[in-house]
C-alpha cells in the first residue's frame, strides 16, 4: 500500500466516522509533502536544531529535515 493510498483510506475513514477534523504531525520532508497535497494545512513547526533534552541537542543528527510540523485539515 503507497503513502498516498493509506492517507486517503485513513481520511475516508474519519468522514465515514463522523470526524471533523484530521490532525498530523508530519516528521519528515517526505510526509510533509504527502500531506500538503491532500489539502493539510501547517499549523506549528517545532526545528529539531532547537529541541534538546536534559540540555543536549538530541536530533543534531538529522540534517536533511528541517522539523516536525502539526498539520491539519478539515474533513467536512
Avoid: W
Avoid at 483510506?9 to 500538503?36: D, M, P, W
Amino acid at each position: 500500500m503507497s503513502a498516498k493510498h493509506l492517507v486517503q483510506t485513513c481520511l475516508e475513514n474519519g468522514i465515514r466516522k463522523g470526524y471533523k477534523t484530521g490532525v498530523v504531525e508530519a516528521t519528515g520532508v517526505v510526509s510533509q509533502h504527502i500531506f500538503r497535497k491532500f489539502g493539510f494545512v501547517d499549523r506549528f513547526e517545532a526545528p529539531y536544531k532547537t529541541f534538546t533534552f536534559q540540555g543536549k541537542p538530541v536530533f543534531s543528527s538529522i540534517k536533511d529535515h528541517h522539523g516536525i510540523i502539526l498539520m491539519d485539515k478539515a474533513l467536512i
